[in-house]
């Protein structure tokens, strides 16, 4: 009896110390976006305003970050699912010319430092004009998203069967026409789980943003860096919690697929 | 023979696309970095190394410092989380360990900011239980760069040492608890061993994402020494030295280098032959 | 007149002779079974045909039309898989109608050729479900009506039983054969299963290492077999080898054999052997073979044991099933019909 009372105290501690260590740093975001005066060492800010999340739907910086990094992120989810699609069935179902070297190549962008490709990125688009441009961005982008694309869609071809498309040619179907009716409508559920993990990262992504959005771009995520950087704390926390929710439903909603199980294909 | 070369030059086809994004997006701002990394006033030269040697060598070994102190914690971490849920459903820990998994780097480094500064959130709730006047706060010191690098990595390296972990048949657990071994004593000598593998996958992507995060060391690291990511882009911003810089992001890709180097033959002992 | 005709196909993989100069032809509206054990080739044979094999060479006539280099989709030959690989994301309806769909037929006679095949296999009833609500039985028909609506040249099926309990399989087999007579499709019905084979075949191919070793009607494999492979594959055999010790003659209970090169192996049809008491008096029939031994172990049935016989003289021990109940230790004799054994030197 006294051994379960002391497991139980164990228990709400523990479980004390996990909320205040995983959830305590959201809920001072949170706090400081509706704070308008806070003194130390006051528990909670003395005055408390809306103003900075009207901001968000007001005509302004805010806003306008939001919608451009929506822009890009959709553009990028764009090009990298067009781009993905076709490899990713190559790599399921042909046997390509050094493959594994072409598969290194293709996990270099995530496997490796970023920051010295995207700042050597960004002198490259100065000289073409990129620089200071969506398109630059959403190059960059598409560039370091499509490993994300491409494993996730060529998991998806892999895991159907052969046979269901080898029928479909022996029934008298074309390679091309056997893609369109039986492999891709049976993979759409992969695709759509590739695209929005890449607007995710996309939408969170700061470096490539950062280095080749300036000087005129200022994404979610840069102004939020400026803004926080600038102890401008109430903006900056205003918009961590909204490129936050998108994360948080994502992650409810594939609470159900992303079971340890399925992601410890990646360590074999 | 014919129709095989045809099929590999139609999957080439299907590829290439992508493969060229890849050559001019990412080879071509490799090799640049490379090839700028020699040049000061447009001479071939060491120069750049000599600067990064001689102003940065502290801040290079501080990087590897932190980031091989974030993978230790990281797995001793994940293999308790892991070797926890392996044995014991628990819905509470399962949500909290995975919460930071899709919140953006950037977010956590600002969230960390005002969780851990001196007069923050954290501090605010321990001052009041612990009833004194003020505490040092972590963020900005080498403190507050491991707490948080440790919070956003555990929950991949978690993940993929519990997949591993829970795709293990449970028959060799039970045949070992069968022969009297305890819970503490499988995982350590049934377990471990056989996910060996996947551990130092957790382990090698923890590496990699922890020494080329720029987001989080300059949210929330010290001024100096700092990681090499944050030098990085202050010799280009305040000093628009690109040639530095860039012999910094050589630097930083022949650490991982020599680290996928090592695990590449790793993986060779262990599978007896490299396969795809 | 052939319907199909492959000659002289070979195919290697790597050091491996998947098919090794087979030669096969299948008669209108007949059905041959290629039976082997795994590993055998007859796998490659039936994907060969299919056009999902590259031959090394050899060719494959459909019709008299050579049909060796067309890609698989441009060959009128139907194939059933042996996981049945019904598309999840359409209907009964739709996977039976897609061949015809990609035949550009119009909408109405889809409509019917659909319901006749439905029809045929009894499934109507199921046109609006999806795969994964059907049962296993249920796939395999949905698969088949996919296969014979667009009225191929041959049929392909790639043990279509093998995914069936063995209750459910014993019934389809009668079933499939009515079928196939039916429809009067030439067919290739790839199988393991001897028993199967025999049961449903009209002529049966046997194959082992890439080569076909006999082909011919049930009958002349079960009793005439080729081979000792043929031999031992077909059937519930035991085997004896007896090495000659002198260079005369070997003795083989009442029967004398003349030695050749190699080991003696007496193949003989277990189900066929008589088991009797050893002091009986029985009178043999010309080329009858008779044993004599003991009895070492027994396995209880049901309807029938199990005995572990030492043969006098041999040394070696046989494996034969009897209704009769003998005690362990009892001397027996055994009686093998003329038909029922078969000696080969190796």
Redesign the interface.
């Given at each position: 009896m006294k051994f379960s009372i002391l497991r139980m105290t164990l228990k709400v501690v523990f479980i004390i110390f996990m909320l205040l260590v995983m959830i305590g740093p959201l809920v001072g975001i949170v706090i400081w976006s509706f704070a308008r005066v806070w003194y130390w060492p006051s528990p909670l800010p003395q005055e408390f305003t809306l103003r900075y999340w009207i901001e968000v739907f007001k005509q302004g910086r805010v806003l306008n970050s939001l919608v451009l990094s929506v822009t890009i992120a959709l553009l990028t989810v764009a090009f990298s699912t067009l781009l993905a699609i076709p490899a990713a069935y190559g790599f399921a179902r042909y046997r390509l010319p050094f493959e594994r070297i072409l598969l290194l190549l293709f996990l270099m962008p995530q496997a490796f430092p970023q920051l010295p490709v995207f700042i050597n990125l960004a002198s490259i688009f100065g000289r073409m004009g990129l620089r200071g441009n969506i398109w630059g961005i959403v190059l960059a982008h598409t560039m370091a998203s499509l490993v994300f694309s491409l494993w996730i869609i060529t998991a998806t071809f892999k895991s159907i069967?052969v046979?269901?498309e080898?029928?479909?040619?022996?029934?008298?179907?074309?390679r091309f026409?056997v893609f369109w009716?039986?492999t891709f409508?049976?993979a759409i559920p992969g695709i759509i789980a590739g695209a929005i993990y890449v607007f995710l990262w996309s939408m969170g992504e700061f470096t490539a943003a950062f280095f080749i959005g300036a000087p005129f771009i200022q994404t979610a995520p840069v102004l939020m860096y400026t803004s926080s950087m600038g102890y401008n704390l109430q903006i900056a926390s205003v918009i961590a919690i909204i490129l936050i929710i998108p994360s948080l439903i994502f992650m409810i909603l594939i609470e159900r697929f992303l079971k340890a199980e399925y992601i410890a294909s990646l360590g074999g | 023979m014919r129709?095989?070369t045809k099929e590999r030059f139609i999957g080439f086809l299907l590829v290439l696309p992508a493969f060229l994004v890849l050559i001019f997006l990412y080879v071509y701002p490799l090799i640049r970095a490379i090839w700028t990394s020699f040049l000061k006033d447009n001479h071939l030269t060491w120069a750049n190394y000599g600067k990064v040697f001689e102003i940065y060598s502290r801040d290079v070994l501080y990087s590897v410092v932190m980031t091989t102190g974030v993978v230790l914690v990281v797995l001793v971490l994940s293999i308790l989380l892991a070797s926890y849920l392996r044995f014991k459903e628990w819905r509470f820990l399962d949500l909290m360990y995975r919460l930071p998994l899709f919140i953006p780097f950037l977010i956590v480094g600002h969230a960390m900011r005002i969780f851990l500064a001196p007069h923050g959130t954290l501090n605010n709730l321990l001052t009041r239980i612990l009833r004194v006047e003020e505490l040092p706060g972590f963020s900005r010191s080498w403190i507050g760069l491991l707490w948080t690098f440790v919070w956003v990595m555990t929950p991949y390296a978690a993940l993929i040492v519990l997949g591993a972990f829970r795709a293990l048949d449970s028959s060799y657990i039970e045949a070992a608890r069968n022969l009297g071994a305890s819970k503490a004593k499988v995982v350590f000598t049934v377990i471990m061993p056989m996910c060996k593998p996947s551990i130092m996958v957790a382990a090698i992507l923890t590496f990699v994402r922890t020494i080329s995060s720029l987001t989080i060391p300059v949210m929330i690291g010290p001024n100096t020494p700092n990681m090499i990511t944050v030098d990085m882009m202050f010799r280009i911003n305040f000093f628009n030295d690109w040639g530095v810089a860039n012999a910094l992001g050589v630097v930083s890709y022949l650490i991982v280098v020599v680290l996928a180097v090592y695990y590449l033959r790793f993986m060779a002992t262990e599978r007896g032959g490299i396969k795809g | 007149m052939a319907v199909l005709q492959a000659q002289g196909l070979y195919k290697s993989y790597g050091q491996v002779k998947a098919l090794d100069d087979v030669n096969i032809e299948i008669e209108d509206s007949e059905l041959l079974a290629v039976i082997g054990p795994s590993g055998s080739g007859k796998t490659t044979l039936l994907r060969s045909i299919?056009?999902?094999v590259?031959l090394d060479s050899g060719k494959i006539f459909i019709k008299s039309k050579d049909i060796t280099d067309l890609?698989?989709?441009?060959r009128?030959?139907?194939?059933f898989?042996q996981?049945y690989?019904l598309?999840?994301?359409m209907t009964v309806f739709e996977n039976v109608a897609?061949?015809l769909k990609?035949?550009r037929y119009d909408k109405k006679a889809i409509r019917e050729k659909v319901e006749w095949a439905l029809d045929f296999l009894d499934i109507k009833s199921l046109a609006e479900r999806k795969p994964n609500q059907l049962s296993g039985g249920q796939q395999q028909r949905v698969a088949l009506a996919?296969a014979i609506v667009?009225q191929p040249d041959v049929l392909l099926l790639d043990e279509p039983l093998s995914n069936l309990d063995a209750k459910i399989r014993m019934r389809i087999r009668f079933e499939l054969k009515a079928l196939q007579k039916k429809l009067q499709i030439a067919t290739l019905y790839v199988t393991h299963d001897q028993e199967e084979a025999l049961s449903i075949a009209d002529r049966i191919a046997v194959m082992h290492n890439g080569k076909v070793l006999q082909i011919g009607t049930p009958q002349q494999v079960y009793k005439e077999p080729v081979n000792l492979f043929v031999a031992d594959f077909i059937g519930v055999n035991s085997i004896v080898r007896i090495k000659p010790l002198d260079k005369d003659i070997v003795k083989v209970g009442n029967l004398e054999f003349q030695p050749q090169q190699g080991v003696l192996h007496l193949v003989i049809r277990a189900e066929e052997a008589r088991v009797l008491p050893a002091k009986e008096h029985v009178t043999l029939k010309e080329g009858d073979l008779k044993l004599e031994g003991i009895i070492m172990g027994k396995l209880y049935l049901g309807s029938k044991h199990r005995y572990e016989i030492k043969i006098h003289g041999i040394e070696e021990i046989l494996f034969i099933n009897s209704e009769e109940a003998f005690k362990i230790n009892e001397q027996i004799q055994i009686i093998i019909p003329k038909d029922s054994f078969f000696v080969y030197w190796q």
């Amino acid at each position: 009896m006294k051994f379960s009372i002391l497991r139980m105290t164990l228990k709400v501690v523990f479980i004390i110390f996990m909320l205040l260590v995983m959830i305590g740093p959201l809920v001072g975001i949170v706090i400081w976006s509706f704070a308008r005066v806070w003194y130390w060492p006051s528990p909670l800010p003395q005055e408390f305003t809306l103003r900075y999340w009207i901001e968000v739907f007001k005509q302004g910086r805010v806003l306008n970050s939001l919608v451009l990094s929506v822009t890009i992120a959709l553009l990028t989810v764009a090009f990298s699912t067009l781009l993905a699609i076709p490899a990713a069935y190559g790599f399921a179902r042909y046997r390509l010319p050094f493959e594994r070297i072409l598969l290194l190549l293709f996990l270099m962008p995530q496997a490796f430092p970023q920051l010295p490709v995207f700042i050597n990125l960004a002198s490259i688009f100065g000289r073409m004009g990129l620089r200071g441009n969506i398109w630059g961005i959403v190059l960059a982008h598409t560039m370091a998203s499509l490993v994300f694309s491409l494993w996730i869609i060529t998991a998806t071809f892999k895991s159907i069967p052969v046979e269901l498309e080898q029928v479909a040619q022996n029934l008298g179907a074309s390679r091309f026409k056997v893609f369109w009716t039986i492999t891709f409508p049976i993979a759409i559920p992969g695709i759509i789980a590739g695209a929005i993990y890449v607007f995710l990262w996309s939408m969170g992504e700061f470096t490539a943003a950062f280095f080749i959005g300036a000087p005129f771009i200022q994404t979610a995520p840069v102004l939020m860096y400026t803004s926080s950087m600038g102890y401008n704390l109430q903006i900056a926390s205003v918009i961590a919690i909204i490129l936050i929710i998108p994360s948080l439903i994502f992650m409810i909603l594939i609470e159900r697929f992303l079971k340890a199980e399925y992601i410890a294909s990646l360590g074999g | 023979m014919r129709l095989q070369t045809k099929e590999r030059f139609i999957g080439f086809l299907l590829v290439l696309p992508a493969f060229l994004v890849l050559i001019f997006l990412y080879v071509y701002p490799l090799i640049r970095a490379i090839w700028t990394s020699f040049l000061k006033d447009n001479h071939l030269t060491w120069a750049n190394y000599g600067k990064v040697f001689e102003i940065y060598s502290r801040d290079v070994l501080y990087s590897v410092v932190m980031t091989t102190g974030v993978v230790l914690v990281v797995l001793v971490l994940s293999i308790l989380l892991a070797s926890y849920l392996r044995f014991k459903e628990w819905r509470f820990l399962d949500l909290m360990y995975r919460l930071p998994l899709f919140i953006p780097f950037l977010i956590v480094g600002h969230a960390m900011r005002i969780f851990l500064a001196p007069h923050g959130t954290l501090n605010n709730l321990l001052t009041r239980i612990l009833r004194v006047e003020e505490l040092p706060g972590f963020s900005r010191s080498w403190i507050g760069l491991l707490w948080t690098f440790v919070w956003v990595m555990t929950p991949y390296a978690a993940l993929i040492v519990l997949g591993a972990f829970r795709a293990l048949d449970s028959s060799y657990i039970e045949a070992a608890r069968n022969l009297g071994a305890s819970k503490a004593k499988v995982v350590f000598t049934v377990i471990m061993p056989m996910c060996k593998p996947s551990i130092m996958v957790a382990a090698i992507l923890t590496f990699v994402r922890t020494i080329s995060s720029l987001t989080i060391p300059v949210m929330i690291g010290p001024n100096t020494p700092n990681m090499i990511t944050v030098d990085m882009m202050f010799r280009i911003n305040f000093f628009n030295d690109w040639g530095v810089a860039n012999a910094l992001g050589v630097v930083s890709y022949l650490i991982v280098v020599v680290l996928a180097v090592y695990y590449l033959r790793f993986m060779a002992t262990e599978r007896g032959g490299i396969k795809g | 007149m052939a319907v199909l005709q492959a000659q002289g196909l070979y195919k290697s993989y790597g050091q491996v002779k998947a098919l090794d100069d087979v030669n096969i032809e299948i008669e209108d509206s007949e059905l041959l079974a290629v039976i082997g054990p795994s590993g055998s080739g007859k796998t490659t044979l039936l994907r060969s045909i299919a056009g999902f094999v590259q031959l090394d060479s050899g060719k494959i006539f459909i019709k008299s039309k050579d049909i060796t280099d067309l890609p698989p989709e441009k060959r009128n030959v139907a194939m059933f898989f042996q996981n049945y690989a019904l598309w999840p994301h359409m209907t009964v309806f739709e996977n039976v109608a897609y061949g015809l769909k990609i035949r550009r037929y119009d909408k109405k006679a889809i409509r019917e050729k659909v319901e006749w095949a439905l029809d045929f296999l009894d499934i109507k009833s199921l046109a609006e479900r999806k795969p994964n609500q059907l049962s296993g039985g249920q796939q395999q028909r949905v698969a088949l009506a996919r296969a014979i609506v667009v009225q191929p040249d041959v049929l392909l099926l790639d043990e279509p039983l093998s995914n069936l309990d063995a209750k459910i399989r014993m019934r389809i087999r009668f079933e499939l054969k009515a079928l196939q007579k039916k429809l009067q499709i030439a067919t290739l019905y790839v199988t393991h299963d001897q028993e199967e084979a025999l049961s449903i075949a009209d002529r049966i191919a046997v194959m082992h290492n890439g080569k076909v070793l006999q082909i011919g009607t049930p009958q002349q494999v079960y009793k005439e077999p080729v081979n000792l492979f043929v031999a031992d594959f077909i059937g519930v055999n035991s085997i004896v080898r007896i090495k000659p010790l002198d260079k005369d003659i070997v003795k083989v209970g009442n029967l004398e054999f003349q030695p050749q090169q190699g080991v003696l192996h007496l193949v003989i049809r277990a189900e066929e052997a008589r088991v009797l008491p050893a002091k009986e008096h029985v009178t043999l029939k010309e080329g009858d073979l008779k044993l004599e031994g003991i009895i070492m172990g027994k396995l209880y049935l049901g309807s029938k044991h199990r005995y572990e016989i030492k043969i006098h003289g041999i040394e070696e021990i046989l494996f034969i099933n009897s209704e009769e109940a003998f005690k362990i230790n009892e001397q027996i004799q055994i009686i093998i019909p003329k038909d029922s054994f078969f000696v080969y030197w190796q």
